[in-house]
């Protein structure tokens, strides 16, 4: 079971949300926040449904490996990022730039690569 946990800011409070879905009571919740799923994260700094600069961050395992990630909406939107070689105990970091509006209910993707191999993708479903 995969299983997804976002800190959303609501105007009267922090809420958890869990596996893999986003429970909002109250005003719209903030699109920005980090995202993590197994050893990938991704963390937005924007606020609604524009986004400006998305972060993925993979964690690697005790060995050197070669790591990148992909980033994507379902719009139609998407990156790669660079590929690095990480050794051991380092987490590897780079960034995604949309710097577009993307329609509310839009989800945003990033899958993290270790060795070849998937190793997390979180999603996110951006909302005003």
């Known amino acids: 079971m995969r299983c997804i946990t976002k ?6 409070g922090t809420l ?12 719209p919740a ?5 995202w993590c799923n197994h050893s990938v994260c991704i963390e937005t700094y924007d606020t609604g449904t524009y986004l400006g600069r998305v972060e993925v961050s993979v964690t690697n395992t005790n060995q050197p490996h070669r790591i990148s990630a992909r980033v ?9 990022t660079k ?3 990480v050794s051991a105990f380092r987490t590897y ?5 949309p710097q577009r509006h993307f329609p509310a209910g839009t989800r945003l993707c990033a899958e993290g690569f270790r060795g070849g191999a ?11």
């Open 30 to 34: 903030a699109a920005d926040g980090k």
């Open 7 to 12: 800190k959303i800011t609501a105007g009267i």
């Open 16 to 27: 958890a949300a869990a596996l893999g879905c986003v429970i909002v009571a109250g005003p």
């Open 83 to 85: 590929v690095e070689d």
């Open 93 to 97: 970091r780079d960034q995604a730039y």
């Open 72 to 80: 994507w909406t379902t719009n139609g939107w998407g990156a790669n």
């Open 118 to 128: 998937s190793v997390g993708l979180p999603c996110v479903t951006l909302t005003n």
